[in-house]
C-alpha cells in the first residue's frame, strides 16, 4: 500500500494568513493526489484533484502543487471558515489511501 | 442535486452483523459506481471498499482490514447501495460514508453522504 505522510499535523494561524501544508507519498503517484477540508462533525469535501485542479464551486484561495512523491495544498488569505481539518488522498492504486490529516487551528 | 444518504447504523456486539444502507438521488445512479469510507471517533479516514457500476461488471473491491467480512452490494432499482459488516469487531467502530466516485477514476470521492455511526461494543 502507498503510505501518505501529511506535514504538519496541526498548524496555528491568523485570519488573512497565508498556509502550507504538504503530503508525501511513499512513491511516485502520478499526480492522482486529492485534497479534502472536513469540518466538526461533517463529511469531508473535496477541494482539488488531479493534484492542482480545483473542484468545481471551490474558491480559488485554495491551490494545489506538486509531482511524484511530494505535493501541497496552500490556503490563501484564510477566513474563520477555512480553519479545519485538511486531508490528502492518493487515488492512484488501490486501495486508496489518506494522509492522517492537519488540523488547521485559530491563532 | 447529488445527495447521499446512510442509515442503520447502531451500536452491536461484538461478533454480531450489521448492514448500512445508502440511498442516493440527484444523478442516474447504474452509471456510478460508489465507496463506503469510515473514520472511528477522533481520527483519520479509512477506506472500506467499493462496487462498479454494471457497466463494469459490478464487481468489488475491498480493504485488507475488512477482506471476508464486509460486502459491499447494490440494488440499482432502488438507488440504493448496502454495507453488509459480519463479524465485527471493535476496531470497526466509526462513521461510516458513503461516497460516490467520480468517472474515470477509481477513489476519487465527489460526493459524501452525511454519515452513520457504528459503534461495536459489549
Known amino acids: 500500500d502507498i503510505q501518505m505522510t501529511q506535514s504538519p499535523s496541526s498548524l496555528s494561524a491568523s485570519v488573512g494568513d497565508r498556509v502550507t501544508i504538504t503530503c508525501r507519498a511513499s512513491q511516485g503517484i502520478s499526480n492522482s493526489l486529492a485534497w479534502y477540508q472536513q469540518k466538526p462533525g461533517k463529511a469531508p469535501k473535496l477541494l482539488l484533484y488531479?493534484?492542482?485542479r480545483l473542484e468545481s464551486g471551490v474558491p480559488s484561495k485554495f491551490s494545489g502543487s506538486g509531482s511524484g512523491t511530494d505535493y501541497t495544498l496552500t490556503i490563501s488569505s484564510l477566513q474563520p471558515e477555512d480553519f479545519a481539518t485538511y486531508y490528502c488522498q492518493q487515488y492512484y492504486s488501490t486501495p486508496c489511501t489518506f494522509g492522517q490529516g492537519t488540523k488547521l487551528e485559530i491563532k | 442535486e447529488v445527495q447521499l444518504v446512510e442509515s442503520g447504523g447502531g451500536l452491536v456486539q461484538p461478533g454480531r452483523s450489521l448492514r448500512l444502507s445508502c440511498t442516493a438521488s440527484g444523478f442516474t445512479f447504474r452509471d456510478y459506481a460508489l465507496s463506503w469510507v469510515r473514520q472511528p471517533p477522533g481520527k483519520g479516514l479509512e477506506w472500506v471498499g467499493f462496487i462498479r457500476s454494471k457497466t463494469y461488471g459490478g464487481t468489488t473491491e475491498y480493504a485488507a482490514s475488512v477482506e471476508g467480512r464486509f460486502t459491499v452490494s447494490r440494488d440499482d432499482s432502488k438507488s440504493n447501495a448496502y454495507l453488509q459488516m459480519n463479524s465485527l469487531k471493535t476496531d470497526d467502530t466509526a462513521v461510516y460514508y458513503c461516497?460516490?466516485?467520480?468517472?474515470?477514476?477509481?477513489?476519487?470521492?465527489?460526493?459524501w453522504g452525511q454519515g452513520t455511526l457504528v459503534t461495536v461494543s459489549s
Open positions: 461516497t460516490l466516485i467520480s468517472p474515470g477514476s477509481s477513489a476519487l470521492f465527489d460526493y
Open positions: 488531479a493534484a492542482s
